[in-house]
T-cell receptor, first 109, second 115 residues
């Protein structure tokens, strides 16, 4: 089956810093989503981005489908950005999301 | 819209007990699914449904049953709970057409402990 690898596994930054999270996947995908799991366990949709670039406030994402990777950018980090960021892909449009292991982001004040 | 709702939020079972985790959505989404999340891991698909009366297995279906009698509801049944089923369970839904085609929306989760 498809493999989804996220890097780095852990990232610790000071408030105000910028960060880039990466998601590599091993096969073609019809869907790619980024989620933020907050410290209370809630999964929050960030981006639905099978290809191209999207921006939402301080967050943006780029997926290069032909090279099988996606990047999530967080600018001017805030402590509320802390949590685990998951990339999930749906190979072949089967609505079966396969999740990466996540990147745990800690933003210190 | 309430989105995707799940009940209960927390549950403790003894080995061998049965229970049903409830999931409902009010977005008229055709697709619904159940995932489990174990500590330090991403989510894994248990079962899914593309419409009322249609269900199929995901990556880790053993020990779980589902049914889909209405578009809105997709309950997950544990027939005989085992400690290995201790996990956080998430329900998700997505439309199969339109601008948000295939974008999945998750409920708040149910934290289950089996003793």
């Amino acid at each position: 089956g498809i493999q989804v690898e996220q890097s780095p596994p852990d990232l610790i930054l000071q408030e105000g810093a910028n960060s880039t999270l990466r998601c590599n996947f091993s096969d073609s995908v019809n869907n790619l989503q980024w989620f933020h799991q907050n410290p209370w366990g809630q999964l929050i949709n960030l981006f639905y981005i099978p290809s191209g670039t999207k921006q939402n406030g301080r967050l943006s994402a780029t997926t290069v489908a032909t090279e099988r990777y996606s990047l999530l950018y967080i600018s001017s980090s805030q402590t509320t950005d802390s949590g685990v960021y998951f990339c999930a892909v749906d190979p072949q449009g089967a609505q079966k999301l396969v999740f990466g292991q996540g990147t745990r982001l800690t933003i210190n004040p | 819209n309430a989105g995707v709702t799940q009940t209960p939020k927390f549950q403790v079972l003894k080995t061998g007990q049965s229970m049903t985790l409830q999931c409902a959505q009010d977005m008229n989404h055709e697709y619904m699914s159940w995932y489990r999340q174990d500590p330090g891991m991403g989510l894994r698909l248990i079962h899914y449904s593309v419409g009322a009366g249609i269900t199929d297995q995901g990556e880790v279906p053993n020990g779980y049953n589902v049914s889909r009698s209405t578009t809105e509801d997709f309950p997950l049944r544990l027939l005989s709970a085992a400690p290995s089923q201790t996990s956080v369970y998430f329900c998700a839904s997505s439309p199969l057409a339109g601008a948000s085609y295939n974008e999945q929306f998750f409920g708040p989760g149910t934290r289950l402990t089996v003793l």
